[in-house]
């Protein structure tokens, strides 16, 4: 270890890589180029000096932290670091005061506060006066949506900023710079390859931290040689504990991977299906996008055979964003079992072509004049909802009445099979085709 770290000759502090590496300027800030592209609203209000208090919403890693630190410089304020884990009211307080003695002697004090959501409603409270008082300008950052977790009072006083979590690109960009960077690794030649900088950089799944920290660990570990740490396939695969990590998600195992997944779900193969489901998440993916394929399969593939499955899938995105990974692999690997143990049909995905296909060919076709409203009465001289039978007014709650333009008045689209729960739906349907035909 000494001989490695002695290769860093040019480190002021052992501090994390993200730490070292966090840029000061708009300049070295990678990603959020929705909010700081040229003539964007953030970027306007940081070139301008007009910022306000604001709550930065977005997941971790995504540079909330350092773009409060660059507002701070840019608009010429102190700035105070705050975190809502380990504050109470008598630290608010205090950091009011020095915050209303520098609004005294002329220097705006900008409040960073982290996870801003986890401060109850006091505390969140104590901040009102001195947000409206112009004493601070309070940037608050939280993982979770601030209409949920944020006072109205406090949230109607900060305008919210959207922050993504970074592109791959994103990333592979802030992982070259810090290679090449003499704040991160000194004098040291490190060599790793674009392509272990791009598998990093999935791997952190959006999150800058992660991806450096993760590039730290592998060149900490990596083979020494003369002023050179070379980091090759193994040691980062040690690193980062993921075997089956190396892959590109936005490239072609990608699909065949989620291909696997959903196939083999459909042919009710559940051993099979969970195993595709662990080879994604073991390397790296997403487990959100993966609940949302869940939930499309849900209604593609199952549909009305058990109308339960799309509640469940929608439940495992719920659980996904709650535990994040690796917690929610079993909701995953529970709702992919349940999903490929479930009866199936595709009717309701057949019957949305076919009837995509017409409308788009009918687009024009006016809609019947029994089924359109009446609220004046010109539409009542114009024959509006004339002809309209209101069904809770007969015993089988049935009537004869058309609902389909006349082009396509005799066109059946949804055909229900005899699978699972669907063949109740079957025989309600042709009891009710039945009774019409009387």
């Known amino acids: ?21 966090r840029p000061d300027s708009l300049d070295g800030f990678i990603g959020q180029e929705h909010l700081l592209g040229k003539g964007r609203l953030l970027r306007r209000l940081i070139d301008s000096d ?17 773009l409060a630190n660059i507002i701070a410089n840019r608009t010429h304020s102190a700035f105070i670091n705050f975190s809502a884990v380990t504050s109470g009211i008598k630290e608010i307080k205090e950091v009011m005061a020095r915050a209303e ?21 006091a505390q969140q409270d104590a901040f009102l ?22 006072n109205a009072a406090l949230l109607s006083r900060c305008k919210v900023f959207v922050l993504q979590a970074l592109t791959t690109e994103n990333i592979v960009t802030l992982l070259a710079n810090a290679v090449q960077n003499p704040k991160a690794f000194g004098q040291a030649r490190i060599n790793i390859t674009p392509e272990l900088l791009e598998s990093i950089a999935v791997f952190s799944n959006g999150d800058a931290r992660t991806a450096l920290n993760t590039l730290e660990m592998a060149i900490t570990n990596g083979e020494i040689g003369a002023g050179t740490i070379t980091v090759t396939k193994e040691v980062l695969s040690q690193c980062i504990s993921r075997k089956s990590l190396l892959y590109d998600k936005n490239g072609e195992e990608h699909y065949n991977l989620i291909s696997a997944l959903h196939k083999s779900m459909r042919n009710s193969d559940p051993d099979a299906a969970v195993y595709w489901l662990a080879r994604m998440l073991e390397a790296g993916e997403d487990p959100l996008y993966i609940a949302r394929r869940l939930i499309r399969f849900a209604s593609e593939d199952i549909g009305m055979a058990d109308s339960q499955a799309l509640p469940l899938a929608v439940s495992a995105y719920q659980a996904c964003h709650f535990n994040g990974m690796p917690e929610c692999n079993v909701n995953l690997a529970h709702t992919v ?16 072509g076919e009837c995509k296909k017409d409308a788009l060919q009918t687009l024009a076709a006016p809609v019947p004049l029994q089924l359109r409203n009446a609220p004046t009465r010109l539409m009542e001289e114009l024959h509006y909802g004339e002809g309209y039978e209101y069904a809770h007014n007969t015993e089988e709650k049935l009537t004869h009445m058309s609902c389909m333009p006349d ?3 005799d066109k059946t689209y949804y055909r229900p099979t005899s699978q699972g729960a669907e063949a109740a739906a079957k025989a309600r349907l042709e009891a009710i085709q039945k009774w019409k035909e009387t």
């Open 129 to 150: 006066p001195f947000v409206e008082k112009g004493s601070i300008i309070l940037i608050g950052a939280t993982t979770e949506n601030p209409s949920f977790e944020i």
């Open 101 to 121: 003695n520098s609004r005294i002697m002329g220097m705006k004090t900008v409040l960073f506060v982290d996870e801003i959501h986890r401060f109850n409603k």
């Open 407 to 409: 082009s396509l008045k």
């Open 1 to 21: 270890m000494e001989q490695q770290l002695s290769l860093f000759d040019n480190r002021e502090t052992l501090a994390p890589l993200a730490s070292r590496l």
């Open 337 to 352: 079992t349940y999903l490929s143990l479930a009866p199936k049909s595709n009717a309701v995905y057949i019957a949305y």
């Open 50 to 66: 007009q910022i306000s208090s604001m709550i930065f919403w977005g997941p971790p890693g995504v540079g909330k932290t350092t």
